[in-house]
């Protein structure tokens, strides 16, 4: 069941039981850098991100808010609301902590870049 709660800025949010992890990953000379909403449940609460990407059930995986880039740079190649990422195809696949997300958005991390 669905669980309401109220954010800092008084604003109701819906926890629906997904995690929404940064993927980046590698295929030939393009980074691929997107959001991959994942099922979670009480077994998995203390999963880091890397365990959800051992874990995905299909060999294609659909990412949000996607942005591609040439490999060495930070000069965004193409964008896409959606993309269907075929993990067959990618040379090296990793997800972003949570927390790390978070941490950039507050201006406590650094973002890396995009090369």
Same mark, same amino acid.
Request: hydrophobic share 35%.
């Given at each position: 069941m669905p669980q309401k709660q109220v954010d800092e800025h008084g604003e +109701?949010? %819906? &926890? %629906?039981? /997904? =995690? =929404?992890l940064t993927l980046v990953a590698y295929m030939g000379d393009l980074k691929v850098v997107g959001k991959a909403h994942v099922g979670v449940d009480s077994r998995?609460? *203390? $999963? $880091? *991100?890397? &365990?959800?990407i051992r874990s995905f059930p299909d060999k294609r995986i659909t990412l949000s808010d996607v942005r591609v880039y040439k490999k060495?740079? #930070? =000069?965004? /190649? &193409? #964008? #896409? @609301? /959606?993309? +269907?990422?075929n993990i067959d195809r990618v040379d090296l696949i990793y997800a972003r =902590? @949570?927390?790390?997300?978070r941490m950039i958005e507050a201006g406590c991390l650094e973002a890396e870049e995009p090369a």
């Open positions: +109701i949010t %819906v &926890d %629906v039981g /997904f =995690e =929404e998995s609460s *203390s $999963r $880091r *991100s890397s &365990d959800y060495g740079s #930070a =000069e965004l /190649f &193409d #964008a #896409a @609301p /959606f993309m +269907i990422l =902590e @949570p927390t790390q997300g």
